[in-house]
């Protein structure tokens, strides 16, 4: 069961709500055993774009639909000069590495964690809808630095809606660095989340990094009690 999600982190409905996803119970597809993975974290060690690996969790057809927010914590430790793309918190509908989901031309929501050219990693939401690629501007990151993200889809926004990613320095998200948003083309629902995936068109750039904390606005304990007991605190935090 969900509920809305307008939360802020650190209150008492973020601390007795909102369960972290398990990545012990998500799929892994790691053909070069790339991959750690504990509950809370899944880690990627010099993840090539010559090989295929994802970690992800079937939700259900149009699990993903209308308004959301989803919360992550992700960090990049090292890059290749020449260009590389992993895809973390990625939306869609088909199990496939990111290369191969373009290719089919698959309509997939993801954040893109890249590096380039010797200089520091940076951070851009993309969507695939409709047969095209779209990219949002991006955001410079450091290596071995922490990043508390924020992504937001409001659907009341454009036409198709408009997808939110918010970056912050700290883990209660009070100190906002940036915020990054995405016109969507599509009004698209979601089966699938992944935490990690590769992006295998053939070359060797490789990346190391890890993604913790996601949790993508489920509830835990009863459904009816948790609900009751939304409400009441809802009405306090006010």
């Known amino acids: 069961m969900s509920i809305p999600l307008s ?6 409905l973020d601390t007795i709500f909102m369960a972290l996803e398990d990545f012990t119970s998500y799929t892994e597809v790691d053909t070069n055993n790339r991959l750690t993975i504990i509950s809370s974290r899944v880690a990627w060690a010099a993840l090539g774009d010559d090989e295929t690996a994802y970690l992800y969790k079937d939700k259900g057809a149009n699990f993903f639909d209308g308004n959301f927010t989803h919360l992550l914590t ?3 430790a090292t890059g290749s000069d020449s260009s590389t793309w992993k895809g973390t918190w990625l939306l869609a509908n088909v199990v ?3 290369f191969q989901l373009e290719s089919d031309a698959e309509n ?5 964690l890249e590096t380039s050219g010797g200089g520091n990693p940076y951070i851009r ?6 047969g095209g690629g779209y990219f949002s501007s991006q955001y410079t990151l450091s290596f071995d630095t922490p990043y508390y993200l924020k992504v937001v889809r409001d659907e009341a926004v454009g036409t198709n809606g408009t997808l939110y990613l918010y970056m912050y320095s700290d883990a209660d998200r009070a100190t906002l660095l940036d915020t990054l948003e995405l016109t969507l083309n599509a009004k698209n629902d979601f089966r699938y989340i992944y935490a990690i995936n590769s992006r295998n068109d053939g070359s060797a750039q490789e990346q190391t990094g890890f993604v913790e904390n996601l949790e993508i ?22």
Do not use: C, V, W
Request: net charge neutral.
């Open 108 to 112: 997939l929501l993801t954040i893109l």
């Open 74 to 76: 992700m960090q990049i």
């Open 96 to 98: 496939d590495d990111l």
């Open 125 to 130: 939401l993309y969507e695939q809808a409709a």
């Open 217 to 238: 606005g489920e509830i835990k304990g009863s459904p009816i009690m948790a609900q009751r007991m939304y409400r009441h605190i809802e009405r306090m935090e006010r």
């Open 7 to 12: 939360f802020k982190s650190g209150s008492l």
